[in-house]
């Protein structure tokens, strides 16, 4: 397993990179002075996506999760392709206002806004491992706010898996004594 | 081929009706009076989930589109695990203030409120077939926007793909001249 999972890593270090040719920068959006990474052009490359899912995938299955939990909307996109190749069941963390049956909800500080993520109450069940998934990993605030509504169903967060990373906002720090796991990293 | 697609479309008229155990009503949600179809336990099966992710993956390969839209947020949980496993570019359509390039809107009514959606200028392009995948046909305002969006950029609407049918909100009539189909049908 060390064996297979090292040259597994190699492999992923030198096609991770290009992957950057598939996300695009646009300056100052939502706001002046954020650069925003674009990932639209992977997601219409069929290579690009299947080989970004087939990473996050086998980095996600390392984990030997018991279930999926990812957030809305972008999570969604790399969530349930990956729950369904794993056969996990998949939980959908939501914005406000949008889940309809009992639930919790956690308040949480984004990069440039505020906001809220709600799970239904009835997601997850106590001491199921489960794993996060969402695109970017920015200053963590969400994703800490997504571990919060796990935990708090008596749930294990096994760790998190992003696509991207800004490291430059130390997301990392935030989501501390978390596996966090990423596959394409700025700095 | 016609012997094999009636022979494929037998098989999912019977089994198709289990799926509805896996679809959770929740009255007056999200305004009293709607009886809101919530897709989250299907979700969070995984046999349902592939189930559901293969009938709709079958019969939107039968239509030999060669890239698929899906509309935020829940049509992105189906659109991307059928565009990967078909090898097709995933175009995602989503809420106003969302996409960070150049792009296109189109404002549409819902049933119980109102709404814009955008699309990528150069998410398509000319003459390209086009699949449109969302959750629920409700009324068919959202699916209609959806489908003026992608014809504005040149593209073709070669048929709507959804899970849930909400059948009498006729929404099969304000999308006329396209080929709807759905795998559950509500009255």
Tied chains: 1, 2.
């Excluded at 920015?138 to 571990?147: D, E, F, L, S, V």
Aim: charge should be negative; hydrophobic fraction near 45%.
């Amino acid at each position: 397993m060390g064996e297979r999972y090292r040259a597994a890593s190699c492999i992923a270090t030198i096609t991770a990179m290009d992957l950057k040719q598939y996300i695009r920068d646009v300056p100052d959006f939502p706001i002046p002075g954020i650069l925003f990474r674009d990932i639209t052009p992977l997601l219409s490359d069929p290579a690009a996506l299947k080989f970004a899912l087939d990473e996050m995938t086998s980095r996600i299955e390392a984990r030997r999760p018991d279930a999926l939990a990812a957030i809305e909307s972008r999570g969604f996109l790399f969530g349930t392709p990956i729950a369904a190749r794993l056969g996990l069941p998949f939980v959908p963390i939501r914005k406000p206002g949008k889940l309809p049956a009992a639930r919790m909800s956690m308040e949480y500080t984004l990069e440039y806004s505020q906001g809220q993520l709600d799970i239904h109450a009835d997601a997850l069940e106590r001491g199921q491992r489960a794993i996060i998934v969402d695109d970017l990993l920015a200053t963590g605030g969400t994703a800490r706010a997504a571990c919060q509504l796990v935990e708090m169903l008596g749930a294990e967060v096994v760790g998190l898996q992003f696509l991207i990373e800004l490291e430059g906002l130390k997301g990392r720090a935030l989501l501390e004594g978390h596996a966090v796991d990423t596959i394409i990293a700025y700095d």
